[in-house]
């Protein structure tokens, strides 16, 4: 009798391993599924050496390196600091003309064109809030410095002033709208609006700087507004928060209630402008997906730039987010990965790959890009076109 259990304790050991094993396969392969599914993405800024909307034989460049490099993912700056690089009517677009006129042809519409034929989706990448250093836009002509942000000091996020304070910290040197201020809210929707109207090939809209400016080092909260710098100040936006608190934040804010009403109704301007952004996309077309490219830390994120996107994504008002985990430090590159991944929420996260810091050592690129993709992101976006060199499209091959 003990021989017979020992025997049917055997088997079922045996058939127990087995159930393991195949369980783990079918657990790795569908784990190497996911990574082939991936997107594999690359960003293309205005400031691109390459200059490739400005000739046809740029376009089909760029496409035929995409298809080389398995990229089907194009993230193409369409608004940067104020200026249109697309067809606008209601923005200074005298770079989209620029593009145009070297060219020969609509370039945008062309690539367009191409990427669609060849199975590549292209997102209008819209710089949201930062508006760079370009004190002439045309928002800032029609409603003056009023709409810029500003820290507690009173002074916008690029300052020639220079406190004894300025030492101990590096900013932005940005000009950055604020995002309390519903005349900058309305500015950014009728850009974008603008975009999904005329460009209906396009296949979403990709947010960058959507955001406060994020000194370093950041410190944790307004509790600690003596000791740092932070931004939130504009004019329209103290004068709301105060009608709907009664508190005054250029003030000192007396308690951790306080403080935290300050810093919530922040985050809530940043999140506020998202939803109505999401909304007008969604509206045009279910289809149309809406990103943004954050701060990878979500910590810092939240505490510190008010950008909640761990909530964004719980909520399900954004479709992914890029984590732009910019470094050489690959163990580093790791742990941002790890801990991103657990924000899931109803969205996906995408991670954005620095391969300027590593263009002069392709394996280190590689061995990072490797290391990321094994710990199965929804996708990886590359930063930018420019580095893309044959060797690192053979490793992604």
């Known amino acids: 009798m003990k021989m017979k259990n020992k025997k ?9 391993l087995g159930y393991l094993f195949n369980s783990g396969l079918v657990l790795a392969e569908s784990a190497q599924a996911q990574i082939k599914a991936s997107g594999r993405g690359i960003w293309i800024s205005v400031f691109s050496a390459k200059k490739i909307l400005y000739s046809k034989d740029g376009v089909a460049k760029l496409i035929a390196q995409c298809k080389k490099a398995k990229i089907n993912e194009i993230y193409l700056q369409f608004f940067q600091s104020g200026n249109a690089y697309y067809d606008s009517k209601i923005c200074d677009k005298t770079k989209y003309e620029q593009m145009v006129k070297a060219a020969g042809l609509d370039t945008l519409d062309l690539l367009l064109r191409e990427a669609q034929e060849n199975n590549i989706n292209v ?3 819209i710089n949201v809030l930062s508006l760079g250093v370009n004190d002439k836009a045309g928002i800032l002509n029609k409603y003056g410095n009023s709409i810029l942000t500003r820290d507690q000091y009173q002074r ?46 396009i296949s979403g809209i990709h947010l960058d700087y959507l955001r406060y400016p ?36 250029l003030e000192t804010l007396n308690n951790e209630d306080e403080y935290l009403a ?50 964004w994504l719980e909520e399900g008002i954004i479709d992914y987010v890029i984590l732009m985990a910019y470094t050489k430090d690959n163990q580093f590159a790791k742990e941002i990965v790890k801990s991103g991944l657990g924000h899931r929420g109803k969205g996906k996260i995408y991670i954005g790959l620095g391969l300027f810091l590593m263009k002069n050592n392709p394996d280190l690129f590689f061995n990072q890009y490797r290391m990321i993709t094994e710990l199965a992101p929804d996708g990886v976006v590359i930063f930018s076109i420019d580095d893309l060199t044959d060797q690192v499209i053979g490793y992604l091959n």
């Open 214 to 249: 994020s000194p370093v080092p950041f410190y944790p909260g307004s509790r600690f507004s003596k000791l740092g710098l932070a931004y939130g100040y504009g004019a329209k936006n103290v004068e709301r928060f105060k009608e709907k608190t009664g508190l005054n934040s």
């Open 262 to 311: 300050w810093d919530n109704w922040r985050r809530a301007q940043v999140t506020e402008l998202l939803r109505k952004i999401s909304s007008l996309v969604k509206v045009k077309s279910a289809n149309l997906a809406v990103s943004c490219a954050v701060i990878p830390l979500a910590e810092r994120a939240y505490t510190n730039a008010f950008q909640d996107w761990s909530a």
């Open 123 to 125: 997102f209008a990448w």
């Open 156 to 201: 916008p996020s690029k300052s020639a002033s220079n406190m004894e304070l300025d030492k101990y910290y590096s900013r932005e040197n940005m000009i950055f709208l604020e995002p309390g201020d519903p005349r900058a809210g309305e500015y950014i929707l009728t850009v974008i609006n603008e975009i999904i109207n005329r460009y209906p090939l």
């Open 8 to 16: 049917i304790t055997k088997i079922l050991f045996l058939l127990l």
